[in-house]
């Protein structure tokens, strides 16, 4: 008959399922089939990762068997920041691959024959036109070329000198008037002042600083760091 299982055990088990959950909802969020991250289940394992290592837990086997647990909790946090960083810097999402030329080429074979016939007649007739038309004059095409469209980029520098939240205030009205300007949402304060700290001590244990750069590419807002001097 096999031993009843301790109460311990019981809670392990709970936790093991509550951080498989966790990430589930993530892998969901990042795939875009939730609207928001699970900051609800984020907070109830943070509270009973929280319970059970302020806890004094007597048997060496329950402490390896939380401590495997707790670490791997705090691996998927960090991966989650790397991904959700990603997300902030306008960089393609883990997993998500990009479409092949082969897998376009197939797409371009695959389109009906009677459509491929009547983009070759218009294409025909388009070059009949054409040619009856007197060409126009060198100052006409230039006057009818219309002129390229590009935003200025917004770059917030953080060096030695300067205060960092003043910054990160700069940073955060330059990308939210930007989002405004292109119909985006708003991105919260809170994941512009992580970003910026993740950024900030990345390059500073690199011995360099780092600019932020708001810049509108396709209609799209972007948000890129880079070395200082690589910015200019």
Do not use: C, W
Not at 188 to 214: M, N, W, Y
């Amino acid at each position: 008959m096999a031993p009843p299982i301790s109460e311990f055990e019981k809670q392990m088990s709970h936790l093991d399922a509550e951080i498989r959950r966790l990430e589930t909802e993530y892998n969901m969020f990042f795939a875009g089939r939730l609207k928001r991250p699970p900051f609800e289940t984020k907070n109830r394992v943070d509270a009973l990762i929280k319970r059970h290592d302020r806890s004094f837990i007597r048997n060496t086997g329950d402490r390896f068997r939380f401590e495997s647990l707790q670490n791997r909790y705090q691996k998927f946090l960090e991966l989650v920041d790397r991904q959700m960083m990603n997300r902030e810097l306008g960089r393609p999402a883990f997993g998500v691959k990009p479409t092949k030329p082969e897998e376009l080429k197939k797409k371009e074979e695959a389109k009906p024959a009677d459509a491929a016939a009547t983009d070759a007649a218009a294409a025909d007739a388009a070059k009949t036109d054409a040619a009856k038309t007197d060409a126009p004059k060198p100052e006409e095409t230039r006057a009818a070329k219309p002129k390229e469209r590009k935003d200025p980029a917004e770059v917030v520098r953080f060096g030695k000198g300067g205060d960092e939240q003043t910054r990160t205030k700069e940073l955060y009205e330059k990308l939210a008037a930007a989002k405004q300007q292109a119909g985006e949402k708003p991105i919260a304060l809170e994941r512009i002042q992580a970003l910026v700290k993740a950024q900030v001590d990345k390059f500073k244990s690199e011995g360099k600083e780092v600019a932020f750069k708001v810049a509108v590419k396709d209609g799209k807002v972007t948000l890129t760091a880079k070395a200082s001097d690589e910015n200019d």
